[in-house]
């Protein structure tokens, strides 16, 4: 592949972008005057239009999405995003409401958050939710902070948390943003909560557990009435990191199994795209009890019109601007009901299969550590590889000269030299053997010419990193050659 030069190498002393003819009016030197405006840019590069155009256009084309291809990411759940879903959100009225308008102007809008708070309701068991937060580590802090309100209110806020080794990795900051200690128990040899030490764990001390259901391993917590039942025993609060919630949606519900508190991630369970920074919702799901301190504003009804309720005195206060991201909350509600109850099943039924399909297909070539049934995702390392000098950065480096985005890597930290594989619902039997085969195609070559591993990527646009001094001496600016 021929490497791109950056606008700065095109760039060439006079060139411009357009030229006009002199003016045949009058001009007006003084419009601008007493403005700070800038005369030239020192080192700005100079290019004419169609360098500009080819230059991007070329960089575009480099990039890889998930319209082109298949994004095995553990945990991230990056997966194809219908239309639909983009067409709806894109709707004048939508796109072009002002935050700020009057009720009578948007009960469209709120009607859409109101039916949506139902829908997640019925699907999760919970009774209320919050649409405020905008990504599901925000969602993990709203819902931490729901529980130390409550606490806090009968005059004891606790001092623990608990947390799984096996649970997503924002869970302790989360926790700990509260004022929270954390406390770690660890999985047993199934990748489970090991219930001996939860029990040696759980005190009076302990405001919550935060669980993630399926854990990070993929692995379904069997347990999740008697892990319930001992928290409440001592007073604490079940919180359930919901990111893994499209293995279950359809299937069984967060509330049935006890669960006080629920995250979810309308851009990864709920087909929205993510990644680059957003945008995102990580609404927040409660029981009854816990409902009077969702964060502010809240919607309700009032002589058949819906409007945004401030008065709630128990209330966590502001959390988001304005209700959130709005948009990201049509797309969830569109895909929820063009596919409906048994569309919804079919949503986790595939997700399961196609993930066991690819733990199937790679277990003799990827050691596995853990050998309990998985649900959506599966978690393979490198030890076999290592036993050639390969790492799992490498078999990442190597993938992508097959076309494929590399999954997760190096997560979750009990499994060391990770590759965390979601293959999600949207992909075909086609694409996952692509990706089974270009994997087997590596386990092959780290063994006969490991070499080749190494040094990869060998086809991409950017060739290997040298990622140690890139992390320890990066090239923020460029600079001129004289």
Known sequence: ?????LIFEISGKGKRAFSLPELDVPSREDILQGLPVRENIEGFP???EVEIIRHFTRLSKANYCVDEGFYPLGSCTMKYNPKINEKIAAISEFVLSHPYAPFDLVQ???G??????ELMNEITGMDAFSFLPAAGAQGELVGMMLIRAYLEERGNPRKIVLIPDSAHGTNPSSAHICGYNIQEIESNEKGTIDISSLEQN????VAALMITNPNTLGVFEADIKKISEIVHAKGGFVYMDGANMNALVGICRPGDMDVDVIHLNLHKTFSTPHGGGGPGSGPVGVKRELEPYLPLPTIKKSEDKYILDFDRPKSIGRV?????????????????????PRGLKEVSEIAVLNSNYVRKSLEKDYFLKYTTPTLHECVFSDKFQKKHGVQNIDIAKRLIDFGVHPPTMSFPLIVQGALMTEPTETESKRDLDLFIDAMKQISKEAKENPEIVKSAPHSSYVRRLDETSAARSPVLRWVEKK
């Not at 988001?320 to 409906?340: D, E, H, P, Q, T």
């Open 46 to 48: 100079q290019v004419s």
């Open 108 to 110: 469209g809008n709120l």
């Open 1 to 5: 592949m021929i490497r791109e030069p």
């Open 112 to 117: 859409i958050l109101k039916t949506t708070e």
């Open 320 to 340: 988001r601007s304005f209700f959130g991201n709005f948009l990201v909350v049509v797309k969830a509600m569109v895909y929820i009901l063009s596919l409906g």
């Open 202 to 205: 759980m005190t009076e001390d």
